[in-house]
């Protein structure tokens, strides 16, 4: 055997071998991380977005539903025998009454904390609070997933009574926070109104 062919079936030395698993070894080191951060932002963005669509179907609950009613009235107030304003716009109520359109009474309002009953304020307070939402007088039910942490629910009527010249109209503002995983939160500040269809005579 010549000396070119004895070069070429020489092979790798071990200090080559040992070099290529440490180059190799950090590689997949740093690809692993950057797999392992990739996933839990993935999980972190599915759980947001899990939670914020929780959170806008409750919102598009209401809405739909205070549009095709009547009889606004802010507060719970019991049976609804006559529409009625927030006593001070700046501060509105904790809960919001009205009849939908098949005439069936509906009350939404702010939890106690950790309780399925309505708030008597606007702000939750210590614990965790959601939306809830009764009808004809039956009991509470959530609208909101226990990651979504509501922690100030207002409404604010105006226009209500009938024979005034305004269309009854009703202001949600919803403040919070989501819960998403291993202790990271998001929070939001949502408002929205929503006018009477009923023409208001």
């Given at each position: 055997m010549n000396k070119k062919n004895a070069q070429q079936a020489r092979g790798f030395t071990?200090?080559?071998?040992?070099?290529?698993?440490?180059?190799?070894?950090?590689?997949?080191?740093?690809?692993?991380?950057?797999?392992?951060?990739?996933?839990?932002?993935?999980?972190?963005?599915?759980?947001l977005d899990t939670a914020t669509n929780n959170l806008s179907s409750a919102l598009d609950a209401i809405s739909r539903a205070a549009r095709t009613g009547?009889?606004?009235?802010?507060?719970?107030?019991?049976?609804?025998?006559?529409?009625a304003d927030c006593p001070d716009a700046t501060v509105g109520a904790p809960s919001f009454s009205f009849l939908d359109a098949d005439g069936v009474q509906v009350t939404y309002c702010l939890s106690?904390?950790?309780?399925?009953?309505?708030?008597?304020?606007?702000?939750?307070?210590?614990?965790?609070?959601?939306?809830l939402r009764a009808k004809a007088g039956g009991s509470f039910?959530?609208?909101?997933?226990?990651?979504?942490?509501?922690?100030t629910l207002r409404f604010v009527v105006s226009g209500a009574p009938q024979g005034?010249?305004?269309?009854?109209?009703?202001?949600?503002?919803?403040?919070?926070?989501i819960f998403i995983n291993n202790g990271l939160t998001s929070d939001f500040?949502?408002?929205?109104?929503v006018t009477q269809h009923l023409y208001d005579q």
């Open positions: 071990l200090v080559e071998v040992l070099v290529s698993v440490a180059l190799f070894s950090i590689v997949m080191v740093v690809a692993l991380g950057s797999l392992v951060a990739l996933s839990s932002a993935v999980r972190r963005a599915e759980a009547s009889i606004y009235h802010c507060g719970s107030g019991g049976s609804l025998s006559a529409p106690a904390p950790g309780a399925l009953t309505c708030n008597t304020s606007t702000a939750c307070g210590a614990g965790s609070c959601s939306i039910v959530p609208l909101t997933a226990p990651e979504v942490n509501v922690t005034d010249n305004l269309q009854p109209r009703a202001v949600m503002l919803l403040v919070g926070t500040r949502l408002q929205t109104s």
